[in-house]
């Protein structure tokens, strides 16, 4: 029993990571609070659904969703969060919390609050291994999070446009000191995190259903994740999102399933106020680009 | 356009300006950019409502144990966000917030849960319980005085430089003897009351009351959205503000209902000044020639 419930954390905590390591980056990099992550992957899973009823499956629409979310986000950096990066910190805030708001608010109007999910053959499979049972779309998922983490993870250390993106986390200033386009650099990190929000969503809709509201239950584990992984931390986005899964799974067993938002939000403020930096952060590393 | 809307445009363009009084005490003087007011406003809405309608308390003794809670949920929480900076504070004040509004739902034996709690009194001055609006009026104008009449009371003490000057820079104020910790807690004590009592006043006016409704995170950024994080000298902005943000809300409210408002509610306003840590680099810099105290007078 503790031990399906933990492979099945593991599992959940696959997905958690997805979208964690999507915000650490824009997150890590721009210094924002982006609360319309969440829309986004709203908008990629109607996306995907739509695309799902064309005749399109869920894995091969990410050939398409995540290409055009990538598009929206740079779209989205150029025109809205370019123009606040230099303004005081709450109107940041509001500027994602206002795109977030609109979409979710247009989302109701034009695909109704409605769950809706796709079916497919392979939507129920269950793998057995020794006595515990796997879900086929959940595993996938947890394959394509460490596939992309990993080729994320060499795009960060190897490629020029990714170091590029760390010295800009790194320190802004000195980065663009050292002649790096630091509009450039977040636009392609904002583009970036949204087609892997983009994936996310493919990966997600045989698993989940989509609503106006889906965004917000995974932005704010999202967050949690982030913040206890450590900021910049990939890795620590990983181990972050499946301790928070596990956390979950067992969090339902021995409190009570209603009350799971309480649990990580209580791991998310005792972390901030121990260990701001996060599992893996480097101390400091959360007041770096604040100044 | 009836008398009635401009009424219920008025006491709650009130109510707001004074709760954002009291949220700038701790996001505007101390730089500590909340955005989990909900919490206090809830506890501040639950407290005298669950102790006038389950044991008859009048709300008048309800409304201070309710800010008596709220100050202590605010010690408590200053106490442990201390550390956490800039966005992170934020996130911290939302966690906080979010916890507050689970639990108002988890608890249905207390609370009522979900369902919501509707107010029944015997109309009368005693029960903060009137069937018509005026009396109201007066509530909430009284209520926003106070809070005006604080907010600069504290801009004008000692507490208030203070919290300038921790907000500015925290370890030039810690070397200047600010004792932080004190000075903190208290400002957001202070500041969560007054929320509180504000919260008080929106339940008896809307006489219901509900987690999603009272409680909700849109709720929290109500405050921020109302203010600039100024000083006092503009408090009476957001109160203009406060008003073209309802008619919007009141007009629609009548025709379409409440939840589709929302969008209209939270409009975006661009930057009107610099943000403190800039001003603060600026001062460093020696580029400033005059404190920021003078030059908000001299505007």
Redesign the interface.
């Known amino acids: 029993m503790i031990a399906q419930l933990i492979t099945s954390g593991v599992l959940v905590g696959g997905l958690y990571a997805l979208v964690a390591v999507s915000l650490n980056l824009v997150f890590g990099v721009l210094r924002i609070i982006n609360f319309a992550q969440g829309e986004f992957l709203m908008l990629a899973m109607y996306a995907a659904y739509w695309l799902w009823r064309l005749g399109v499956d869920p894995y091969l629409a990410i050939l398409v969703v995540a290409p055009g979310m990538a598009i929206l986000g740079a779209a989205c950096e150029k025109f809205l969060i370019r123009r606040t990066l230099s303004a005081p910190a709450h109107v940041k805030i509001f500027v994602t919390l206002g795109l977030s708001i609109a979409l979710q608010n247009i989302a109701l109007l034009w695909f109704k609050a409605d769950y809706l999910n796709v079916r497919a053959s392979y939507q129920t499979s269950i793998l057995s291994v020794a006595g515990l049972s796997l879900s086929i779309p959940r595993l996938i998922a947890f394959a394509a999070m460490l596939l992309s983490s990993g080729a994320l993870y060499l795009f960060l250390q190897r490629t020029d446009i990714g170091k590029a993106i760390r010295a800009t986390a790194q320190d802004r200033a000195t980065a663009s000191l050292m002649g790096i386009d630091v509009d450039h650099v977040y636009m392609v990190t904002f583009a970036l995190g949204s087609a892997l929000v983009g994936l996310t969503a493919c990966l997600l809709m045989p698993i989940y259903y989509v609503f106006p509201t889906v965004g917000t239950e995974f932005v704010i584990v999202a967050f949690v994740v982030v913040v206890l992984g450590g900021l910049g931390s990939l890795a620590g986005s990983i181990v972050g999102g499946l301790l928070i899964g596990v956390v979950e799974q067992l969090s339902g067993l021995f409190i009570d399933i209603s009350l799971r938002q309480v649990v990580y939000f209580a791991v998310f403020i005792l972390v901030l106020a121990i260990r701001p930096a996060g599992l893996f952060g480097l101390r400091g590393a959360e007041e770096m680009g604040l100044k | 356009m009836s008398g009635e809307f401009w009424l219920d445009l008025a006491v709650l363009t009130l109510v707001w300006a004074g709760i954002a009084c009291a949220w700038n005490i701790l996001a505007g003087y101390a730089g500590q950019?909340s955005?989990g007011y909900s919490a206090y406003i809830g506890i501040g809405a639950y407290t005298p409502a669950l102790l006038a309608s389950k044991y008859g308390l009048s709300p008048w003794i309800g409304m201070f144990l309710g800010a008596l809670l709220a100050a202590t949920a605010a010690a408590f929480i200053s106490g442990?966000?201390l550390?956490?900076?800039?966005?992170?504070f934020?996130?911290?004040s939302i966690?906080?917030a979010?916890?507050a509004r689970?639990?108002a739902?988890?608890f249905k034996g207390i609370t009522n849960g979900s369902e919501g709690l509707m107010l029944e009194l015997r109309p009368s001055w005693a029960t903060l319980y009137f069937l018509d609006k005026p009396p109201y009026l007066l509530v909430a104008a009284a209520y926003a005085a106070l809070m005006f009449a604080i907010a600069v009371g504290i801009r004008r003490s000692r507490l208030g430089f203070q919290l300038l000057a921790l907000r500015e820079d925290e370890s030039a104020a810690r070397s200047l003897g600010v004792p932080v910790l004190r000075v903190r807690v208290g400002a957001s004590m202070i500041s969560a009351s007054g929320a509180a009592l504000g919260g008080t006043i929106l339940a008896f006016y809307t006489q219901f009351i509900d987690p999603d409704s009272t409680m909700s995170f849109?709720i929290s950024?109500q405050p921020?959205?109302d203010h600039d994080?100024r000083g006092p000298r503009q408090l009476l902005r957001p109160a203009f503000r406060r008003a073209s943000r309802c008619a919007p809300r009141a007009s629609t409210q009548k025709h379409i209902g409440r939840r589709?408002v929302?969008?209209s509610r939270?409009?975006?306003?661009?930057?009107t000044?610099?943000?403190?840590?800039?001003n603060a680099?600026r001062h460093r810099r020696g580029m400033a020639s005059h404190d920021q105290t003078t030059s908000r007078k001299a505007r």
């Not at chain 2, 550390?83 to 992170?88: Q, V």
């Not at chain 2, 939270?266 to 930057?271: E, I, K």
């Not at chain 2, 000044?273 to 800039?278: F, Q, V």
Request: glycine share 4%; net charge positive.
């Open positions: 950019f955005l442990v966000s550390r956490a900076r800039g966005p992170f934020t996130l911290m966690a906080f979010e916890v689970i639990l739902v988890y849109l950024v921020a959205l994080a589709s929302r969008s939270t409009r975006l306003r661009p930057p000044h610099g943000d403190p840590a800039d680099r």
